[in-house]
């Protein structure tokens, strides 16, 4: 999922959901059990019941492994921290060489990837211990960063996109992660891509372009089989656990579902943004079931706000927090998000 921040620059959130994921150890977690640091302060939403980062001075994006126990944040002061989610629990941190956009865990693997402002991508192999290794470093994309990365379920393919136009496909089966092909359709920057659930397609999204592309992904260089115009620049695409819809994030009248079938887009609905005009919508991604969808939606100047909408388009939920949130989405399950806001990283509790 794509998100924006105040200096005119998009992240991505990577969520790899497992089948059949219906709870995660959040579920579990009791808030009054919570250390007083991670306690939310006043004025936080009353939904929200934990902060886990209010000591670091910004974090711009996070990634959950696809069980929903770990999850990782990071941003521009260049520390990945990864958190055991039972109990929440930090289990490591380590500083990378360059600020860091992107990240994504191969569904339940024990590998994570980082991508960074500089251009490359690390590969940071047993993540779910206290001592991470790099196991290959990619020169991704030229005069970076690494806008945004996606992993085909079964975890062998990375797509990434990136400053320099280029969409890139990756076989994450070699140990230094051979680069497949380099597809240079788009015109301006890569900001967002996602590989459907089976692995057989796969959407780029090009802002300036105001367009989206769909590829044909069944062999290792992708074809482009359909170009669809916007209305708007998109920013961020996901697709819904099922592989029938996709998300999109974008300036006013973007923010749509689209339904997906046989690698055809139709029926656009709006998610509702509450006011006639369209406001931007920074970032939207689907919960486990694909019966919600997560997203921020920006408010003002000084503000945005998290917002659960149904598969519909309708508005359900809202959360404000009196700050910019680069980054909101599900976990792994349907009823805990990640919010993370200029004050912390916060996690919230849906209502049943």
Known sequence: MIQFCSVGCFFFVAVAFVAGQDATPLEKLDPAKLPPAMRPGKGIPPE??????????????????????????????????????????????????DSVVCMAFPADSKTLLVGD???????????????????????????????????????????SGGRDKALKIWDLTKPKAA???????????????????????????????????????????????????????????NFSPDGKAIVLAGSRGTGAVWT??????????DLETGDKEKRVILTANFSADGSLIAGVLAHSRTEDRVVVWTKDGKKKHEFKYDAHVPAAGFVTDNR????VTDSGTFIIRLPK
């Open 48 to 97: 929200t019941i934990a902060n886990i980062s209010q000591k670091i001075d910004r974090v711009d994006c996070f990634a959950f492994r696809g069980d929903g126990k770990f999850l990782a944040i990071s941003g521009p002061d260049q520390t990945v921290r990864v958190w055991g989610t039972e109990g929440l629990k930090l289990a490591w941190s380590v500083k990378q060489p």
């Open 179 to 237: 680069l497949l092909a380099t597809l240079t359709d788009h015109k301006d920057d890569v900001r967002g891509v996602a590989f459907s659930p089976d692995g057989n397609h796969l959407i780029s999204v090009s802002p300036e372009e105001k367009q989206l592309r769909v590829w044909d992904a069944t062999s290792d260089k992708p074809k482009a089989v359909e170009v669809v115009k916007l209305p708007a620049p998109a920013i961020g695409v």
């Open 117 to 159: 402002a500089g251009g490359s991508i690390r590969i940071l192999d047993k993540a779910d211990t206290k001592l991470p290794v790099v196991k290959a470093v990619i020169p991704a994309h030229k005069d970076g960063p690494v806008w945004s990365m996606s992993v085909t379920s079964d975890g062998k393919k990375l797509a």
């Open 260 to 269: 997906f079938k046989d690698g055809k887009l139709d029926d656009p609905v």
């Open 336 to 339: 805990h998000l990640v919010a």
